[in-house]
């Protein structure tokens, strides 16, 4: 391996870890707070994103349904044929974009406005269609990606990882989400065989 492939990958990890801090620096504590709100009141979670957005997206979705916060992962281009049939008044979904105007994400931000859920957005762009629809803000601050290209969703990808995270968190806390319940609703791998072995 080349020596400046190694000082890449280890300036990637010091990126990145930069990339935590200005999401720790940057997190809201009243924004928050409405989107845990938001999310224990609301019957349905719908998370939806492109790309590695919305990986991160898909993996918040599993994530709400481990502490029994029913959600589901929309791509959009099923959400745009049809599928957002399944959002309803109270409901709330989660998109998320960097820069807050991409392209498929603009007519499926307008039927949750006309449909009257409450829309958590994520992004660092806060006069973008995205953050000026949303009803909750929750928000990206990226100084660069880690690859050397700065092109790649790697630090941005990190940090949205990390608000998910921290809402993932704080709905725990919130909603006196137990082991017990986590037990009856993960019965397989190795997590489920610790939490069920006295059971």
Known sequence: MKAEAWAAARQSIQIE????????????EASLSRAVAAVVAAPRVITCASGSSGIAAMKL???LCCIEQPAKFMPPSEAIHGGLGCVQPGDAVIMVSRGGKTAELLPI??????????LIAVTENLASPLGMEADV???LKIASESDPLNLMATSSFVATLAVFDALLAALIVETDYSKEQFALIHPGGAVGEKLNKSR
């Open 17 to 28: 870890q930069r990339a935590i801090g200005f999401v720790l620096a940057s997190l809201d």
């Open 61 to 63: 979705a599993h994530s």
């Open 109 to 118: 931000i307008d039927v949750v406005k006309k449909k009257k859920a409450v």
């Open 137 to 139: 803000l929750l928000r």
